[in-house]
């Protein structure tokens, strides 16, 4: 079993719609999870972190956490072409200084 | 955010010959910092953790004397790839966790290497 795992995708949705993404990840005690926007040719960058159980919400951008389930999701309202991109789940395992184990990630399009 | 350069963003090279690729934090120090690996179409992935002070850490599969790390001061990690190979053009890309405590990594903007 993979640490962190993600649908590849594609997903595509239209514009103006909610685009969920979502993560399940295999280390009960971790601590952190992320989500990452990487472009085609560019390297990541972060969208949001998340800490603790429940939503925490960033502009048209909402993280979910479920430690219990062992799941994380993004949630992109009002989506518009410029979302399109690979998104990456990351999470920062217990005890392993800080390395984050990354998802395959899901690459999303939204259509005009 | 915190700032994470790289350089050269983009390296063309002959086969056999060695790349140095730069990592540095901008406005933080890092005594730590990791290298990835990615492939057209597949996700991150990590070759190994720069320590400030000790020796690298490598993942499993990852040769050590083919991708010497050497992280000489608080703000600078740097990648060798010895005797590049076809197969080892890739997009290499650095991070750092940031200061303040939190466990945020933040990414270089990455290099493109091609060996032909």
């Known amino acids: 079993q993979k640490e962190v795992e993600q649908n590849s995708g594609p997903l595509s949705v239209p514009e103006g719609a909610i685009a969920s993404l979502n993560c399940t990840y295999s280390?009960?005690?971790?601590?952190?999870f992320f989500w990452y926007r990487q472009y085609s040719g560019k390297s990541p960058e972060l969208i949001m972190s998340?800490?603790?159980?429940g939503d925490k919400e960033d502009g048209r951008f909402t993280a979910q956490l479920n430690k219990a389930s062992q799941y994380v999701s993004l949630l992109i309202r009002d989506s518009q072409p410029s979302d399109s991109a690979t998104y990456l789940c990351?999470?920062?395992?217990?005890?392993?200084?800080?390395?984050?184990?990354f998802g395959t990630g899901t690459s999303l399009t939204v259509i005009p | 955010g915190a700032v994470v350069s790289q350089h050269p963003s983009r390296v063309i090279c002959k086969s056999g010959t060695s790349v140095k690729i730069e990592c540095r934090s901008l406005?933080?120090?890092?005594?730590?910092m990791f290298w990835y690996r990615q492939f057209p179409k597949q996700s991150l992935m990590l070759m190994a953790t720069?320590?400030?002070?000790?020796?690298?850490?490598?993942e499993q599969g990852v040769e050590k004397d083919k991708f010497l790390i050497n992280h000489a001061s608080l703000t600078l990690s740097t990648l060798t790839v010895t005797s590049a190979h076809p197969e080892d053009s890739s997009f290499y890309i650095c991070?750092?966790?940031?200061?303040?405590?939190?466990?945020?990594?933040?990414f270089g903007p990455g290099t493109r290497l091609t060996v032909l």
């Open positions: 991070s750092a966790p940031s200061a303040g405590g939190t466990d945020t990594q933040y």
């Open positions: 280390d009960r005690g971790s601590q952190s």
């Open positions: 998340i800490y603790s159980n």
């Open positions: 990351a999470v920062n395992m217990m005890n392993t200084g800080n390395q984050f184990y």
């Open positions: 406005d933080f120090q890092a005594t730590t």
């Open positions: 720069s320590n400030e002070g000790s020796k690298a850490t490598y």
